[in-house]
């Protein structure tokens, strides 16, 4: 299985601020590591700022550092080496980022169209990590 298109994942599983699960799709297939991804985005003058290159990449759909957060998870990868544990992990970032008074309708549309592309995701971390 593979994942859809960038194109695709942004008109299917955007779900606004962004599911950081959504985002590590968007990662797995835009970078080749994770390491890649945390790196520093640095403007065209060669000035670092301040946020790392999968928030700066425009494909990445999300607000409030979603993508940062789907770096984190993967990046953690490394310590306890459980695909189960990343998906878990993005799952609760989304529970941090959401909730009554911050955007609480959203939690649920972006649950369902996270778990839709969660099968497609594990398959591509195995292959990614």
Not at 25 to 44: G, K
Not at 50 to 76: D, S
Not at 94 to 123: C, H, Q, S
Request: hydrophobic residues 40%; proline residues 6%; charged residues 25%.
């Amino acid at each position: 299985m593979t994942l859809p298109s960038t194109t695709r994942l942004m008109i299917d599983y955007h779900v606004y601020p962004g599911q950081p699960l959504v985002s590590a799709a968007f990662i797995v297939q835009l970078f080749d590591s994770p390491e890649q991804a945390a790196q520093e985005c640095i403007d065209r003058y060669g000035k670092g700022m301040g946020f790392c290159r999968a928030e700066g990449e425009a494909e990445i759909p999300g607000a409030g550092g979603q993508a940062t957060k789907a770096v984190g998870c993967l990046l953690a990868y490394r310590e306890h080496g459980s695909i189960d544990q990343v998906i878990e992990d993005l799952h609760a970032q989304w529970r941090r980022t959401v909730f009554p008074g911050n955007f609480g309708d959203r939690y649920e549309p972006g649950m369902e169209r996270a778990k839709t592309i969660e099968p497609a995701l594990r398959e591509a971390l195995a292959e990614w990590f």
